[in-house]
């Protein structure tokens, strides 16, 4: 039988939820059914070095992902996949831009990772039209939760029939392995202090300044601590409302980190903080490792992970009084959390990266018989 060749396309290998997961589900296809490549604007990134020496990779050397239309067109003629998952909105639009050029009959298969509103915000009336009448050319999207799935439905007018939710995979056996690697942060290495810990870019939507506030109002036992991992923007203005608020000695920064998962396994509570998520990877990767969980029940994902006060505690988005009793919970009422991360554990195992990768490769052998 003749493998299917697949392309997975994302625009780079830097640091975030949808390389993370194209990376993943690249690597885990299976290769007696699919030749697999994993096409990369350019190669470049933190999840690099995680990339295993039998996938193959192509690097088109381009920073910027409009430039990237052209040698996709190319490739596509060249090479004559059979599919393209693209991951990413703006990568998909590239890549049905370049299906168009390259007048191929590759099936490309748009994944969406956030929500609509953020890539549309100002100016919505001009492009919005012109990426409704450019996905008429896919043949089939993926969402990382139902809310999303909804939400990338009426932006973009694609009818129910071509859509599909896939959550997003979790690598259990990588995640637990990591885990167990010795810490290099120091309050981590003495575990004298409870720790909350909080994972993301520092950008608005991440609204860590909630998290900040409420992390200073919970009541708590003496001398917890909060590490928020994650580079962006807002690193100096969270620093500043640390010291406002009198706790700057007891909140670290400590930027991207490769192995995030040593911090969760050290952390006594994990905090998902954001206004908005097309699904929070770290919820089920929290859960993985048995930590509570409290998570703003934002759109989109987190209420389709966290079954409130069984497997976690939802709190409202933005809501600094409200989180801050749920940390409270978490660390004070142990029997409780540990209850929680108990069925949260068990709660994932849906999720585990052999049960969504078969996912993958069924949606993708459906999308080929489609004429």
């Not at 928020?228 to 100096?236: A, C, K, N, V």
């Not at 509570?269 to 859960?287: A, K, Q």
């Amino acid at each position: 039988m003749k493998r299917i060749k697949v392309f997975i396309f994302i625009p780079s290998l830097v640091g975030g939820g949808a390389e993370r997961v194209s990376s993943r589900i690249a690597s885990c296809l299976n290769p007696e059914l699919f030749d697999t490549m994993l096409v990369v604007g350019k190669k470049e990134g933190e999840y690099v070095s995680q990339l295993p020496p039998t996938l193959a990779v192509r690097d088109l050397n381009k920073k910027r992902v409009r430039s990237c239309i052209i040698p996709l067109a190319r490739l596509f003629r060249q090479e004559k996949p059979d599919v393209v998952i693209s991951f990413m909105h703006h990568s998909n639009i590239a890549v049905l831009m370049a299906k168009v050029l390259s007048i191929s009959k590759v099936k490309v298969i748009t994944a969406e990772r956030n929500v609509m509103e953020s890539a549309y915000k100002g100016f919505r009336r001009f492009f919005l039209p012109l990426t409704r009448l450019l996905y008429r050319f896919s043949d089939a999207s993926l969402a990382g939760s139902e809310g999303l799935k909804k939400n990338i439905m009426e932006f973009l007018h694609i009818s129910e029939e071509k859509f599909r939710v896939i959550y997003n995979p979790i690598d259990f056996g990588f995640i637990r392995t990591k885990s167990r690697e010795r810490p290099n942060h120091p309050w981590l290495r003495s575990k004298e202090h409870p720790l909350v810990l909080g994972v993301g870019r520092l950008v608005p939507q991440k609204d860590f300044a909630t998290l900040i506030r409420a992390f200073a109002r919970a009541k708590k036992p003496k001398d917890t601590r909060l590490i928020i991992l994650g580079q962006g923007p807002l690193r100096e203005e969270l620093l500043g409302l640390a010291k406002e608020l009198g706790i700057a000695d007891s909140v670290d920064f400590p930027g991207f980190q490769e192995n995030p998962y040593v911090f969760f396994a050290n952390a006594d509570v994990f905090v998902l903080s954001s206004i908005w998520e097309g699904f929070g990877n770290v919820i089920p990767e929290s859960f993985a490792l048995r930590v509570p969980v409290v998570s703003t029940d934002c759109n989109y994902g987190p209420n389709e992970i966290i079954e409130n006060e069984a497997n976690g505690i939802l709190v409202p988005p933005g809501d600094p009084e409200v989180m801050a009793k749920g940390i409270e919970r978490m660390l004070n009422d142990r029997k409780f959390g540990t209850q929680c991360a108990a069925n949260a554990q068990k709660d994932a195992e849906r999720l585990s990266i052999e049960k969504i990768t078969d996912q993958y490769q069924d949606f993708i052998l459906s999308v080929i018989k489609k004429k």
